[in-house]
């Protein structure tokens, strides 16, 4: 039994909700979790090539959604989607920190000018809304110490990183100028089903499960031993909903992270063990990555914690089990099989 079940649904039932990214993994978890609480969910998505967005996600909820094949860069329909609107869980991102060094203006386009058009267009429309944020635990950049709290300093090491950093602070900009509810949860690596999964831009985590469920060699840069922390995404998915309930959240930003970091040697065993067989291999770093990596993170959780009563209920073993056994059964959904 959830615990937040009656505060998500007297905040829930019967409002509605806009979710930008609402066709990716994580916007497309969240609209699964509103629809029986009796949610009236609008999903803005792009469906760029190469991004997210993916209609297998809303596979089962389709008739009680509306979809909306927007792009977020499009200020005369952002004007016109956020109106009415209860909650905006704005989720919509350029995710992959490879192209925002390839391609900054886009991700500059995506992850900075429209999360301002965003929040311009509420100011105009819609006061009302409660916004709520996907921020990233990628703009600390390499950690000067561990578990990274909320007062950790920021120095993002990518393009991504820069433009995440800017997409939140303007969210909390209008929280405390114009009185317009906002609150950015920092993400950490999440899991699960829903997730992109043919090509290997959007982060090591769904892409080792690909290749341990292809039968492929897991490449482990460096010597394996970096540390990470790991969310299922049903919890990313309670914290949303907590942060979007709760009042308590407005103007602040909060952590997610998980209990156990686990280090990408022991996470790619685990694989193996769940999965009932898988091989990897320890490589040198490829430059371009060494280039932004970030050595060991995990984070700290108590202000969300203390502050929304959040915490992650998913161990990493069962979360892992569930997301292999949903690819196995829906991988023609989510990649093709090498030629
Ligand atoms: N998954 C993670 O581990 C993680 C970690 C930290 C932060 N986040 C943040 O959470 C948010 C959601 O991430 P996700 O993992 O669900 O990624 P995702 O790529 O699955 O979802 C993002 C969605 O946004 C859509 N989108 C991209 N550009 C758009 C545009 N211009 N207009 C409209 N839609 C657009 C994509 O099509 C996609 O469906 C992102 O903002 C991401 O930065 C995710």
Redesign the pocket.
């Known amino acids: 039994m959830d615990p937040h079940q009656s505060l998500f649904r007297n905040a829930f039932e019967d409002k509605n909700i806009l979710i ?2 609402g ?5 497309s978890n969240l609209a699964h979790r509103l629809v029986p609480l009796g949610a009236h969910i609008t999903l ?5 090539p190469d ?3 993916n209609m297998f996600n809303i596979e089962g909820i389709e008739k009680d959604v509306r979809v909306n094949i ?4 499009d200020e005369h329909s952002m004007n016109y989607l956020v109106r009415n609107q209860h909650y905006l869980f704005n ?5 992959s920190h490879l192209d925002s060094m390839i391609d900054p203006y886009t991700d500059l386009e ?1 992850n900075c000018r ?1 999360q301002l058009s965003i929040l311009e267009a509420c100011r105009k429309n819609n006061r009302a809304v409660k916004i709520v944020y ?5 703009i600390y950049g390499k950690p000067d110490y561990l578990p990274v709290d909320e007062k950790h300093p920021l120095h993002p090491t990518d393009v991504n990183g820069i433009n ?1 950093m800017a997409g939140e602070w303007y969210h909390i900009l209008y929280n405390n100028v114009y009185g317009i509810r906002a609150t950015s949860l920092r ?4 899991y699960g089903p829903r ?2 999964m043919k090509h290997n831009k ?2 090591f985590i769904p892409w080792f499960i690909r290749q341990i469920l292809d039968g492929e060699e897991v490449k482990l840069f460096g010597d394996g031993k970096q540390l990470r922390d790991m969310n299922y995404v049903d919890d990313v998915v309670d914290a949303l909903l907590l942060a979007a309930a709760k009042e308590a959240s407005n103007g602040e930003i909060c952590n997610l992270a998980s209990d156990d970091p686990i280090s990408l040697l022991d996470f790619v065993k685990l694989l193996i063990e769940l999965n009932g067989g898988g091989s990897y291999a320890i490589v040198p770093f490829p430059e371009e990555r060494k280039r932004i990596d970030i050595g060991d993170f995990y984070g700290d959780y108590s202000k969300i914690k203390h502050g929304l009563g959040w915490e992650p209920k998913t161990p990493l073993r069962e979360g892992l089990s569930r997301t292999l056994a949903y690819y196995k059964e829906f991988k023609s959904a989510y990649w093709e099989e090498d030629a």
């Open positions: 930008t990214g066709l990716g993994f994580i916007g803005v998505d792009s469906l760029i991004y997210g967005g927007a792009d977020v860069r989720l919509a991102g350029q995710v995506i429209s996907s921020g990233t635990r990628q995440q993400l950490t690596n999440t997730q992109l959007q982060g």
